[in-house]
């Protein structure tokens, strides 16, 4: 497994977009952020028909490579990595459904509780706060 994580962080590497690019989708993040946390809803524009679900589903692993590699050298906390990871893989089930979590009997399923929980936790917050993303 560890290896498939190395080979993944490598297309990482690899594939990071000029800065450029990198600067204004990082722009673009950051502006989402500030209107989620200002209660301030973005604009929902027309879909650009540009990104896939092949697409999205290789930004997922992209993404959860450079969680794993900073959580694994300790540039993230354990417990923040966790969270990120978490939040990713309630993204990856909407984009395309997670593989079953199956316990060690082959027939319990822990991978629908948990997601449910953590659905409910976060629209919680939302409701709470009236935040939206």
Do not use: C, W
């Not at 962080?9 to 690019?21: E, K, L, Q, W």
């Not at 990082?26 to 809803?41: I, K, N």
């Not at 679900?53 to 959580?71: C, G, H, K, N, S």
Request: hydrophobic share 45%; aromatic share 4%; no cysteine.
């Amino acid at each position: 497994m560890r290896s498939a994580v190395i080979g993944m962080a490598r297309v990482v590497a690899m594939s990071t977009p000029t800065a450029d690019i990198g600067q204004r989708l990082y722009g673009m993040m950051q502006y989402l952020m500030a209107a989620y946390a200002q209660q301030v809803p973005p604009e929902v524009p027309a879909p650009r028909n540009v990104v896939q679900l092949q697409d999205a589903l290789d930004a997922v692993l992209q993404l959860a490579a450079v969680i794993d590699e900073a959580t694994q050298a300790g540039r993230i906390e354990p417990d923040r990595g966790k969270h990120a990871a978490t939040m990713l893989m309630v993204v990856r089930d909407f984009i395309q459904p997670l593989p079953r979590g199956l316990a060690a009997d082959g027939v319990t399923d822990h991978l629908t509780p948990d997601l449910e929980e953590i659905v409910a936790a976060l629209r919680q917050v939302r409701q709470d706060s009236d935040l939206a993303g």
